[in-house]
């Protein structure tokens, strides 16, 4: 699995959006119903939907935010075969970061539960897609502290 980060690429390639959320200094992670293993929010592109209405679409689904702040910040790409892209082709998404203040108080999605951690997992089994998402966390964290 090859993920690469890029300041900017066509739109219309755009098929995924993720959002690295946090919450009061805590990680904001869902566990989907039929998995045990952690993910950011996010999902795919609807046709006709700007990619930034896809990050808020499924920010607001996955985790109930209500009130929140969601900016780009930058475009990624995965090569390589995995449950949402089985062709292996390079697929492209823009990566998002989002501060939720307020979320609802059940959850209507395909997400068991939203989890506020004091840290990441570590271990690459606590992930739904290990060589993806700490690779996309580790790409924020860059751009905001160092870049």
């Not at 699995?1 to 009061?24: C, N, P, Q, W």
């Not at 702040?69 to 995965?78: F, G, L």
């Amino acid at each position: 699995m090859k993920v690469r980060f890029y300041k900017h690429i066509e739109d219309h390639l755009l098929k995924f959006a993720v959002i690295v959320a946090t919450s009061g200094g805590k990680w904001v992670l869902c566990r989907h119903k039929e998995r045990n293993t952690l993910e950011c929010p996010g999902g795919h592109r609807k046709r006709r939907e700007k990619i930034l209405d896809t990050a808020k679409r499924e920010l607001v689904e996955e985790t109930g935010a209500l009130d929140y702040h969601i900016e780009p910040v930058c475009v990624y790409s995965v090569t390589g075969q995995n449950r949402v892209n089985p062709s292996g082709e390079e697929a492209f998404g823009m990566l998002y970061l989002a501060d939720i203040k307020t979320f609802r108080k059940k959850l209507k999605s395909e997400m068991a539960e939203v989890l506020l951690m004091d840290n990441l997992p570590v271990q690459s089994d606590q992930w739904t897609y290990p060589e993806i998402q700490p690779k996309l966390i580790q790409e924020v964290l860059y751009r905001e502290y160092c870049g």
